[in-house]
């Protein structure tokens, strides 16, 4: 059981380049979120997932794209990467939503994107 | 106004002692409280899960809920080196995908 896996741990984009960061559960959760976080920065939802072919923006969504094919994976796409991109990627998943006692979210070790 | 606030710290302390982190917050709509232990370069980790006002205690953990001051505590008891990491706040509240992060605060626990 690997819980969360994340690909790559560490990327190095230039500024107008695209890439994709790459996020599997094993644990048949639903729900899934990616989530940046900044230096001195709480987590900001980028966008989340309640079942596969099912997604939606969080707070900070602008400059991403995401699909949900299976319940397994859930790929975070940037496009046109731009320096404001620059931060640390987490991608979780949960049994069930947010305010539900069944919301207990399970984080990968994250990818740390650099946008030069 | 920030939503959460928490103090960034660091926190330093000596091994064996009480450690005491906070979280205040602005919207009574929070009813799911969360403390989440991050190491170094490492993901999140949930380590408690509280619902309401009151208290919840697992081993040398303790979180606190004060819904009428708008504030939440965890206490670690007998603290040790291997509790050196940040620990974030989290909250949500019935209903919708918005849980509010707090910043975190760096805590350091000395041999």
């Known amino acids: 059981n690997a819980g969360v896996t994340q690909t790559p741990k560490f990327r190095i984009l230039k500024i107008g380049q695209s890439m994709t960061l790459q996020c599997t559960q094993d644990m048949n959760h639903n729900y899934m979120y990616w989530y940046r976080q900044d230096p001195g920065m709480g987590l900001k939802l980028i966008y989340y997932s309640v079942g596969a072919g099912i997604t939606d923006k969080g707070e900070v969504p602008n400059g991403y794209n995401v699909s949900r094919s299976t319940t397994e994976d859930f790929p975070l796409r940037l496009e046109l990467a731009a320096p404001s991109q620059t931060s640390v990627y987490f991608c979780?998943?949960?049994?069930?939503?947010?305010?539900?006692?069944?919301?207990?979210?399970?984080f990968g070790p994250g990818t740390r994107l650099t946008v030069t | 106004q920030k939503e959460v606030e928490q103090d960034p710290g660091p926190l330093s302390v000596p091994e064996g002692a009480i450690v005491s982190l906070n979280c205040t917050y602005s919207?009574?709509?929070?009813?799911?409280f969360m403390w989440y232990r991050q190491y170094s370069r490492k993901g999140p980790e949930l380590l408690m899960y509280t619902y309401s006002s009151g208290n919840k205690e697992d081993g040398r953990f303790t979180a606190q809920v004060d819904k009428s001051s708008k504030y939440i505590s965890l206490f670690i008891r007998d603290s040790q080196p291997s509790d050196s990491a940040t620990y974030l706040c989290a909250m949500s509240a019935t209903g919708g995908f918005k849980t509010i992060f707090g910043a975190g605060t760096r805590l350091f626990v000395k041999a």
């Open positions: 919207n009574s709509a929070f009813q799911y």
């Open positions: 979780a998943s949960s049994y069930g939503p947010p305010g539900t006692l069944f919301y207990e979210q399970y």
